[in-house]
């Protein structure tokens, strides 16, 4: 069974900063690109971050500089870390694992709460 646990939300001041943890089970984690999604109230699911297998990253412009992915394949983890962090960042942020292949599926998880309250 396929599991992504999200952790680390919670209510920040603008300008504070949180991490974002994302465990995963029941896949072959370190060959899965794992992404961050957000999702503000009466919006459409934004990515903002996203990582590969190897490292490499990729952040939109609203974030970038912001936000930092990094992953710890030994430990099946993604991280969010946000910093400097703007009423306009409040959403759900939901983890996100798709294989290279597309073949396969992806998984996500059920989200957790971030609000940069003003």
């Known amino acids: 069974q396929v599991q992504l646990v999200e952790s680390g939300g919670g209510l920040v001041q603008p300008g504070g900063s949180l991490r974002l943890s994302c465990a995963a089970s029941?896949?072959?984690?370190?060959?899965?690109?794992m992404g961050w999604y957000r999702q503000a109230p009466g919006k459409q699911r934004e990515l903002v971050a996203i990582?590969?297998?190897?490292?490499?990253?990729n952040y939109p412009d609203s974030v970038k500089g912001r936000f930092t992915i990094s992953r710890d394949n030994a430990e099946n983890t993604v991280y969010l870390q946000m910093n400097s962090l703007k009423p306009e960042d409040t959403a759900v942020y939901s983890c996100?694992?798709?294989?290279?292949?597309?073949?396969?599926?992806?998984?996500w998880g059920l989200g957790t709460q971030v609000t940069g309250s003003s």
């Open positions: 996100n694992a798709k294989h290279p292949s597309p073949a396969m599926r992806g998984y």
């Open positions: 990582i590969t297998g190897g490292g490499s990253t």
């Open positions: 029941g896949i072959t984690f370190s060959i899965y690109v």
